[in-house]
């Protein structure tokens, strides 16, 4: 993976007082804009020293009109100006920053690009649905159960899907298939309109199971000896409803497991509400109360097509992958 670099405002080695080389991550996705600053330690993981979180909704109307709004990227702008201010602040130079699905279809993606690099300092680089796909697996695949032969990874973004097979192993080896579908929440919604729940879940069946199929033909997936293992917003939000957090708490959430059974009654419950008493829910709240839904639609087909019995949760991935490939990088 090719490393971005970006100059700071001070000349420094990337090294702030005693804590160490920094690295940055940062994931323009379909509906987010997401940073993670961190530091290797000597045990060969990663010490998060500051992140970013903020809800974008770059991809907003893309699907009908084929470019980025003007309003979609003034909002992305201006949390990437934060972003740019976080990376000054720590002085990092080692950055890696890519974007996904919105930039991938937008035929005027390069005005955004450019538009970033100009304002705010951040070299962006698109990535294929591929190699999404790969930096998620690497940044989730150590929650693979040691009592499993390996998961379904999945990652429920804004304008794509990733369904990744993954088997013991350490990084590469252990992936087995890779397979992007390129509806995710923001997507998903947009094309369908005012479909209900059980049309969207409907055209995600189709979709995965072409997927599941391709699958099968390079191996048997044994639905008892698999996991799945879920990132994302969507699926972290179900389990911390199914935990029943009166807020999101990411110590809590990641890496917990979940029957499938109870996130699939969470499933059913977000849907039976109405968009008020979605957004209502501490783990919801009023900028997921309308994505929640089409989530909820991906994720029920997922857990249809691939009937694992346990689920656990990452509050980690794509991000998480980038560090760990830059980390290697530095030590090379």
């Known amino acids: 993976m090719a490393e971005t670099r970006r100059q700071p405002k001070r000349r420094d080695s990337g090294r702030r007082g005693g804590q160490g080389l920094l690295l940055a991550a940062l994931d323009l996705g379909t509906n987010n804009c997401r940073l993670l600053i961190a530091t290797p330690e000597r045990d060969g993981n990663l010490r998060i020293v500051d992140s ?7 991809g907003e109307g893309t699907s009908r009109t084929g470019a980025l709004s003007e309003a979609a990227m003034e909002r992305t702008v201006a949390a990437l100006k934060v972003c740019a201010e976080r990376l000054d602040k720590h002085r990092v130079r080692h950055v890696c920053a890519i974007a996904t699905e919105a930039c991938r279809r937008a035929s005027n993606a390069q005005v955004l690009i450019d538009r970033v690099a ?19 697996a690497v940044g989730c695949a150590p929650l693979i159960g040691a009592d499993y032969d390996g998961a379904l990874a999945f990652d429920i973004g804004g304008g794509s899907t990733e369904a990744i097979w993954l088997r013991h192993g350490a990084g590469a080896s252990s992936l087995r298939q890779i397979a992007s579908v390129p509806l995710g ?25 072409e997927v599941r199929r391709e699958m099968d033909k390079s191996g048997v997936f044994d639905v008892a000896r698999h996991h799945l293992l879920g990132t994302s917003g969507t699926v972290t939000t179900l389990a911390g409803v199914a935990m029943n957090l009166p807020r999101y708490v990411r110590a809590l959430v990641d890496a917990s497991w979940h029957d499938c059974a109870d996130i699939l009654a969470v499933v059913n419950r977000l849907v039976a509400l109405d968009r008020k008493d979605r957004a209502a829910l501490g783990c919801v709240g009023e900028e997921r109360a309308d994505l929640i839904v089409p989530g909820c639609a991906i994720y029920s087909a997922i857990q249809t097509v691939w009937p694992c019995v346990r689920l656990r949760v990452a509050d980690r991935g794509l991000r998480e992958g980038i560090l760990r490939e830059l980390m290697e990088e530095a030590k090379r």
């Open 185 to 209: 929440v923001m997507s998903l919604a947009e094309a369908d309109g005012e479909g209900s729940f059980a049309a969207m879940r409907d055209a995600m069946l189709a979709r995965f199971g």
């Open 52 to 58: 970013f979180s903020s809800i974008v909704r770059l």
């Open 118 to 136: 100009n304002e705010t300092g951040i070299r962006l680089s698109v990535v294929t649905a591929a190699e999404e796909a790969r930096l998620a």
